[in-house]
């Protein structure tokens, strides 16, 4: 597989196993620099087992967390739009000889509704998911550009999606050029494994068997001028430590390349679909001390990504990741095309969820643990995207404008959409955050406050 050296992985992951606690200590102080980890260095952390060890790794986590984040958590909705696939992945609800799934391609108008439902509780962020599939006209590109075309123009009263960004399979140059044209945030592409033998197993057929043909696709993507990519694994589909070094030698190649890393790492692990056994055979699954592990050690060795986690994982140990690494996560979210409007108690979702909370349930939970719910997405807008974003997020710059904007997306929230008992707790929040501010931060944000007072929506920095 291009750009991954195997037996290089192989190798560091052997001599990890030989270090002191002497080792991991010297790794955790180099990583409140902020300047990321090497291969050999992740490694070492990965290869901890004793607790009082493990508890230094989470710590570390937060803190650099906090440093470029602050306490802010985004938040978004997936939309899926059709679960139609050629591919026959061994672990997904969506392969193509899944005949337990119905399947359903959302036309224009449903995406219509699906999006009005998810704007009238309060989401401004949406990621797109397809299955591959041919589509329904000559190109592929040509439904997905429609649907993010689709999700722009929907406005429920002074509300509207703000950022689209799209899951779905490897293009060409000239398509993701649609892409960037359609206005797209991040395109999100996972590899799933990038051990090549496991890769090539657990998919068998379809376009999606040629691992290098998706592991090239983020490159591609760069080439046509998307300067924000989300990668990731899907954690139980091989050994974790492998799969997190793969995943750093994938950054380390885009680094090298164009100058810049993935704008978001995302970090599901395997969950048990309908009509798929692979969950109750794979003998890879991570016990939650070891994924949980495995976050920290992310948010530690690439401290400028942000970190997603997804409604795959139960809401208190969601809650508990928070705090060490995680700073975007889905909210509300159903796994199926037309899933918000359409629900008919079918199983045709991708994978089962773990957290049934609505959005509100979600908002609220992080206000209890004094954590700032955002809807921002004001670096699309303010073209603070690719390198830089990086120049801003490395040293930890992106904060203040991170916490101002969480604060008013927050308020829009709280006065629109938010319950009574959430909207409570949000306002104090609100007023302990606004002390924490500078004297410039705090009048600044009384202006964008007044604003919002009178009715005006989508205010940022």
């Given at each position: 597989?291009?750009?991954?050296?195997?037996?290089?992985?192989?190798?560091?992951?052997?001599?990890?196993?030989?270090?002191?606690?002497?080792?991991?200590?010297?790794?955790?102080?180099?990583?409140?620099?902020?300047?990321g980890l090497t291969l050999k260095e992740v490694a070492i952390l990965l290869s901890v087992s004793d607790p009082a060890l493990l508890k230094k790794i989470l710590e570390a986590a937060a803190w650099v967390k906090n440093e470029i984040y602050g306490s802010r958590i985004v938040l978004f909705a997936p939309l899926y739009t059709s679960n139609f696939c050629v591919n026959g992945c061994l672990y997904c609800g969506f392969k193509a000889d899944n005949k337990s799934v119905k399947r359903k391609a959302l036309t224009v108008g449903e995406i219509k509704q699906e999006v009005a439902w998810l704007l009238g509780r309060g989401h401004k962020r949406?990621?797109?998911?397809?299955?591959?599939?041919?589509?329904?006209?000559?190109?592929?590109?040509?439904?997905?550009?429609?649907?993010?075309?689709?999700?722009?123009?929907?406005?429920?009263?002074?509300?509207?999606?703000?950022?689209?960004?799209?899951?779905?399979?490897?293009?060409?140059?000239?398509?993701?050029?649609?892409?960037?044209?359609?206005?797209?945030?991040?395109?999100?592409?996972?590899?799933?494994?990038?051990?090549?033998?496991?890769?090539?197993?657990?998919?068998?057929?379809?376009?999606?068997?040629?691992?290098?043909?998706?592991?090239?696709?983020?490159?591609?993507?760069?080439?046509?001028?998307?300067?924000?990519?989300?990668?990731?694994?899907?954690?139980?589909?091989?050994?974790?430590?492998?799969?997190?070094?793969?995943?750093?030698?994938?950054?380390?190649?885009?680094?090298?390349?164009?100058?810049?890393?993935?704008?978001?790492?995302?970090?599901?692990?395997?969950?048990?679909?309908?009509?798929?056994?692979?969950?109750?055979?794979?003998?890879?699954?991570?016990?939650?001390?070891?994924?949980?592990?495995?976050?920290?050690?992310?948010?530690?060795?690439?401290?400028?990504?942000?970190?997603?986690?997804?409604?795959?994982?139960?809401?208190?140990?969601?809650?508990?990741?928070?705090?060490?690494?995680?700073?975007?996560?889905?909210?509300?979210?159903?796994?199926?095309?037309?899933?918000?409007?359409?629900?008919?108690?079918?199983?045709?979702?991708?994978?089962?969820?773990?957290?049934?909370?609505?959005?509100?349930?979600?908002?609220?939970?992080?206000?209890?643990?004094?954590?700032?719910?955002?809807?921002?997405?004001?670096?699309?807008?303010?073209?603070?995207?690719?390198?830089?974003?990086?120049?801003?997020?490395?040293?930890?710059?992106?904060?203040?404008?991170?916490?101002?904007?969480?604060?008013?997306?927050?308020?829009?929230?709280?006065?629109?959409?938010?319950?009574?008992?959430?909207?409570?707790?949000?306002?104090?929040?609100?007023?302990?955050?606004?002390?924490?501010?500078?004297?410039?931060?705090?009048?600044?944000?009384?202006?964008?406050?007044?604003?919002?007072?009178?009715?005006?929506?989508?205010?940022?920095?």
């Amino acid at each position: 597989m291009k750009h991954i050296d195997e037996q290089k992985i192989f190798d560091v992951l052997a001599d990890a196993q030989k270090v002191s606690a002497a080792d991991v200590e010297a790794v955790l102080a180099k990583s409140r620099a902020l300047k990321g980890l090497t291969l050999k260095e992740v490694a070492i952390l990965l290869s901890v087992s004793d607790p009082a060890l493990l508890k230094k790794i989470l710590e570390a986590a937060a803190w650099v967390k906090n440093e470029i984040y602050g306490s802010r958590i985004v938040l978004f909705a997936p939309l899926y739009t059709s679960n139609f696939c050629v591919n026959g992945c061994l672990y997904c609800g969506f392969k193509a000889d899944n005949k337990s799934v119905k399947r359903k391609a959302l036309t224009v108008g449903e995406i219509k509704q699906e999006v009005a439902w998810l704007l009238g509780r309060g989401h401004k962020r949406i990621l797109l998911v397809a299955g591959e599939f041919p589509g329904s006209r000559q190109s592929p590109v040509e439904d997905y550009v429609e649907a993010i075309e689709t999700v722009y123009r929907v406005r429920v009263g002074a509300h509207q999606i703000r950022r689209a960004n799209i899951n779905c399979a490897p293009l060409s140059v000239e398509d993701f050029r649609k892409f960037k044209a359609a206005g797209i945030g991040t395109y999100q592409l996972f590899q799933e494994t990038y051990h090549e033998p496991s890769y090539r197993r657990l998919h068998p057929y379809g376009p999606k068997s040629d691992p290098d043909n998706r592991l090239d696709a983020i490159d591609r993507a760069f080439r046509a001028g998307i300067d924000d990519v989300g990668i990731g694994p899907l954690y139980g589909l091989y050994d974790y430590r492998f799969e997190t070094l793969g995943l750093l030698e994938h950054i380390r190649h885009l680094e090298e390349t164009f100058g810049v890393g993935p704008h978001t790492i995302s970090v599901p692990r395997i969950e048990p679909a309908h009509g798929v056994n692979f969950f109750t055979e794979t003998s890879y699954k991570l016990s939650d001390e070891e994924f949980k592990k495995t976050v920290a050690i992310l948010r530690l060795a690439v401290p400028y990504t942000g970190i997603i986690l997804t409604t795959r994982e139960a809401p208190s140990f969601r809650d508990e990741l928070f705090a060490v690494g995680v700073s975007q996560v889905s909210a509300g979210s159903r796994t199926s095309p037309g899933g918000y409007t359409q629900d008919d108690g079918a199983d045709d979702g991708q994978f089962f969820p773990n957290d049934a909370r609505n959005l509100d349930q979600v908002i609220g939970s992080l206000i209890e643990k004094g954590l700032c719910p955002s809807f921002c997405a004001a670096c699309y807008r303010k073209e603070r995207t690719g390198a830089t974003f990086m120049g801003l997020a490395r040293p930890g710059t992106i904060k203040g404008k991170c916490q101002i904007n969480a604060l008013i997306t927050l308020k829009e929230y709280l006065d629109d959409f938010a319950s009574p008992g959430v909207k409570e707790r949000g306002y104090r929040l609100i007023e302990q955050a606004r002390t924490l501010l500078d004297e410039n931060s705090r009048q600044q944000l009384a202006v964008f406050f007044e604003d919002i007072q009178k009715g005006i929506r989508d205010v940022y920095v």
